[in-house]
């Protein structure tokens, strides 16, 4: 039986109420997802539905779908709107620049919206883990953008990071001067090298990340490029995040539709329930839903989930 889930990690777009750069106005296969054509259509409501059939989600979290930055705050209304038309989703990650002038302005400014938890803000990074952590403007390590990680834990908003995971270790640098703030790391830090020495790489910013006790992991998007979703090798990485972090550190997330390229939401959560049988109850429904629950802080109400 599949467990009940909140979902901690997906995205939702209208293609004809706002305007998604990567998905409209170019295309870029030069990503870990490789071709994504199929991504470039509506996913709204209830394609998210009929996508979850057959898994019990309790609650979702939306996590800033790229949209245009002009429209940032335009993306956390419309998921308001849907929040309160078919109850879901129950919290949001919204999306604002950490090295603006007006970055408080728009932090209070989406503060506005109830549902808003967080924050993503993809730093600048390099292209390549043979190249060294850039350093420049709207890199984590720029003191504007570190002054944007202050403005969040000041006003209580959590991180999620998403770096490319040669970018790991400078994270974990820069993260321990904020101990108060929460962070999640998305999709696992991104193995994308499955080979020793990839994972060697991986495990070692990963490492870092740990010793950070506000730090969490999202067990999320497993995909490679080039590559079939691979049980054996994602089970391998689960069971390596699991041992650095603990279950109680943990939580799953769909990233769908992005993860939909490669397999789908039931096959998904099965597989993932696999590997964690050697889990008890209580810490599999941890790594399910309650640390979602506790992280983003919702409070369940009835749903049209």
């Not at 490669?262 to 941890?286: C, K």
Request: aromatic share 10%; proline share 6%; charged share 25%.
């Amino acid at each position: 039986m599949l467990p009940v889930v909140v979902d901690a990690h997906h995205h939702l777009w209208d293609l004809s109420a706002g305007r998604y750069p990567w998905l409209q106005d170019g295309y870029n296969a030069d990503t870990f997802m490789g071709d994504y054509t199929a991504l470039a259509r509506d996913f709204q409501h209830a394609h998210y539905a009929e996508a979850r059939r057959g898994v019990r989600v309790k609650a979702t979290v939306h996590i800033e779908a790229e949209r245009a930055r002009d429209e940032q705050l335009a993306e956390t209304r419309w998921l308001h709107q849907t929040a309160g038309l078919w109850g879901f989703p129950n919290a949001v990650v919204a999306h604002a620049w950490l090295d603006r002038p007006d970055s408080e302005d728009m932090l209070l400014a989406q503060l506005e919206f109830p549902l808003v938890r967080g924050i993503r803000c993809k730093p600048a990074t390099t292209g390549r883990p043979d190249l060294a952590p850039p350093g420049g403007p709207g890199s984590m390590r720029d003191p504007r953008w570190q002054d944007g990680l202050a403005l969040l834990d000041k006003h209580g908003l959590s991180l999620d990071l998403r770096v490319p995971y040669w970018h790991l270790a400078e994270a974990a640098d820069v993260l321990a001067g904020f101990p108060g703030l929460r962070v999640a790391l998305n999709h696992a830090g991104l193995p994308w090298d499955r080979s020793e020495d990839g994972l060697a790489h991986w495990r070692r910013g990963m490492a870092g990340l740990a010793a950070l006790p506000n730090v969490t992991v999202k067990l999320s998007e497993f995909g490679v490029r080039g590559r079939p979703w691979d049980y054996a090798s994602n089970a391998r990485v689960v069971a390596d995040v699991l041992a650095m972090f603990g279950p109680g550190r943990c939580m799953f997330g769909s990233n769908f539709p992005v993860a939909s390229l490669r397999i789908g939401y039931a096959p998904l959560v099965g597989n993932l329930r696999r590997m964690l049988d050697g889990l008890d109850e209580g810490q599999r429904d941890a790594v399910f839903h309650r640390n979602a629950l506790d992280f983003y802080r919702i409070a369940l109400t009835e749903s049209a989930l």
